[in-house]
C-alpha cells in the first residue's frame, strides 16, 4: 500500500520570495511516479508537475521544481518567485507502476497563502 | 492535455434522492476515475471505469451507492444513490493521459440538506 504525508497543513510566505512545501511518502514498488497539484478555491485540481522514480534530474516547470530525494523518500515542491495567485490548497500524489493497485494516492494536502 | 468537462457544476439535492454526474473528455481514453473530495479533506478514489466492462469500486464504495456507466471512450456518468447529507462533497472526473500525467475535471460540487 502507498502512502502520502505532507505535515504542514498551512504555509505562509511573502509574495516573491520561494517557499518549499514537504512531502514524504512510502512504497515498496521499485517503480513510481510523484505529482504536485494544485486546488485553489473553486475546486478545480491543477496539475503542476511530475517526477519518476527513475529519473536522474529533479523535474522543473516554470517557477515550480520538485526537489527528489529518493533514498529519504521526499519529493518537496518548490515555488519560487510566489505570486498572489498561489495562493490555493496544494497535494502530492503518488501512483506506483507496477502491481495492481496504480491509482493516485493522494497526500492530505496544504494550504499556502501568499501575503502582499 | 486532456480537457474535462462535468455537469452539473454544482447542485443542491435533498436528501433521498439521487443525482447524475456527467464527465466528457475531448479525448479517447481508456480509463476514467472519479474521485470523492469531502470538505477540508483530500481525494479519494470512488471507483476506476473502463469502456465495455463493470468499473471497480474502491473499498467502502459499492455499485448501488454509486453506480456508474461508461458507454464509450469520451464519456461517463456517476450517480449517487439515496443521497445523505454526509453524500456532501466535490466529485472529480479523471482521465490518465498519453504519457504519465493524470487529468482532472472542473468538479461537481454537491450539497444534500
Known amino acids: 500500500a502507498q502512502k502520502i504525508t505532507q505535515t504542514q497543513p498551512g504555509m505562509f510566505v511573502q509574495e516573491k520570495e520561494a517557499v518549499t512545501l514537504d512531502c514524504t511518502y512510502d512504497t515498496s514498488d521499485p517503480s513510481y511516479g510523484l505529482f504536485w497539484y494544485k486546488q485553489p478555491s473553486s475546486g478545480e485540481m491543477i496539475f503542476l508537475i511530475y517526477q519518476g522514480s527513475y529519473d536522474q534530474q529533479n523535474a522543473t516547470e516554470g517557477r515550480y521544481s520538485l526537489n527528489f530525494q529518493k533514498a529519504r523518500k521526499s519529493a518537496n515542491l518548490v515555488i519560487s518567485a510566489s505570486q498572489l495567485g498561489d495562493s490555493a490548497m496544494y497535494f502530492c500524489?503518488?501512483?506506483?507502476?507496477?502491481?495492481?493497485?496504480?491509482?493516485?494516492?493522494f497526500g492530505s494536502g496544504t494550504q499556502l497563502t501568499v501575503l502582499p | 492535455s486532456a480537457v474535462i468537462s462535468q455537469k452539473p457544476s454544482r447542485d443542491i439535492c435533498q436528501r433521498g434522492t439521487s443525482l447524475t454526474i456527467q464527465c466528457q473528455v475531448d479525448?479517447?481514453?481508456?480509463?476514467m476515475f472519479w474521485y470523492r473530495q469531502q470538505p477540508g479533506q483530500s481525494l479519494t478514489l470512488i471507483a476506476t471505469a473502463n469502456q465495455g466492462s463493470e468499473a471497480t469500486y474502491e473499498s467502502g464504495f459499492v455499485i448501488d451507492k454509486f453506480p456508474i456507466s461508461r458507454p464509450n471512450l469520451t464519456f461517463s456518468t456517476l450517480t449517487v444513490s439515496n443521497m445523505s447529507p454526509e453524500d456532501s462533497s466535490i466529485y472529480l472526473c479523471?482521465?490518465?493521459?498519453?504519457?504519465?500525467?493524470?487529468?482532472f475535471g472542473p468538479g461537481t460540487r454537491l450539497t444534500v440538506t
Open positions: 479523471s482521465v490518465q493521459g498519453a504519457r504519465y500525467e493524470q487529468y
Open positions: 479525448s479517447q481514453v481508456t480509463m
Open positions: 500524489a503518488m501512483r506506483p507502476y507496477s502491481g495492481s493497485a496504480r491509482q493516485l494516492t
